[in-house]
């Protein structure tokens, strides 16, 4: 920034030669301000590389500009280099103090502006790097610090969760041990029956921490095939059917005779499996479950749709979230292990499919997969 078109010109010149694209203007372009009002305006609207001032200028004097630019956040970190015919020492100590990086005395050598132009320019984009591998960094730690408290929650899950069977367990098996000649046939049934619903318990979340961990190191291996959705839903509800037994609860099937998804068998069982088992601790008595499928022209949706408590508002933020932990207890007060769902969504996303849900208190839920179908090279 000069008030002086020739030496404007000559700076022009030279650094164009040179090979410098940018002086002031970070767009590719030499841009000059003639007078200090200009200057800032430029500089806070173009960011540039560095910024070349002189202290004579018709409405600001170079001084005020560079207070200006060095007090503004968006034009701080911009270096400046007075090129001025200022010699005074006083000029010259005032010239760092306010914030300049240099300061060149007129008339300049060339060689020597170039070099100091070339340093400040590299040093201008080495700390530029700087600042931003720094804020990659504390991005990166802040991550690290979110996904290490995410951890500890986890193992606190892990360790409640795995408490409250084998509590149950230990419990129930003492009492068998020093109760046994004491105990009737109906209270030992009742035990049997206790320790059972116990070890389901545990083995349902055992089954599923292990398939989630799997997900997440990347142990889950990914094999897509055809698969009849209605064989899918066949399968399922033969594993459940006791289940939905017990609450006098009826299987409803809406599909269309030939419906196909391109998944992985093991997964999608898995997923559907999930789904129905939830649907049944949820629903109430004496109610049913449809299990349906509708085509989306790339897709397929499924659902498990249920008539049974439906999700509150605070359990719908959180039933995907593992750090969340929530879990309920079923209509008959079924437990729940507080991971088959996070499962279900990681593991119908790694199939290029989604997860999603619609829920009315004491209405219902229906959860919904999306997965692919079949293409023609997939046949």
Known sequence: MDDNPKNLQILSAVLYKEGHTIVFASNGKIVFASNGKQAIEIAQNQS???????INLPDIDGF????????????KDIPIIFITGRIETEDIVLGFRVGAVDYITKPFNIVELLSRVNTHLNLKRSRDEVIRYSKELEKTQAELKQALAQRDKFFSIIAHD???????????????VDAYDSLERDDIQQIANSMNSAAKKLFEFLENLLEWSRSQIG???????IIDVN?????????????????NIEFVKEVQDKMFIWADNYQTNTIIRNLVSNAIKFSFPNSKIILGARDLGDFVEIYVKDF?????????????????KYTTPGTQNEPGTGLGLVLCKELAEKQNGALYFETELNKGTTFFVNLPKPQQNNS
Do not use: H
């Open 162 to 176: 795995l408490r409250g069977p084998f509590t149950g367990f230990i419990g129930l098996s003492e009492l068998l």
């Open 219 to 225: 142990g889950l291996q990914y094999n897509p095939t």
């Open 308 to 324: 049974g408590t439906g999700l509150s508002d605070e359990a719908k933020d959180k039933v995907f979230r593992i750090e969340a």
């Open 64 to 75: 005020d500009v560079c207070r200006k630019l060095k007090n503004n956040p968006l034009t």
């Open 48 to 54: 540039p590389d560095l910024i070349l001032l002189d």
């Open 231 to 247: 064989d899918l839903f066949d399968r399922v509800s033969s594993l459940f059917k006791n289940n939905a037994n017990n609450k």
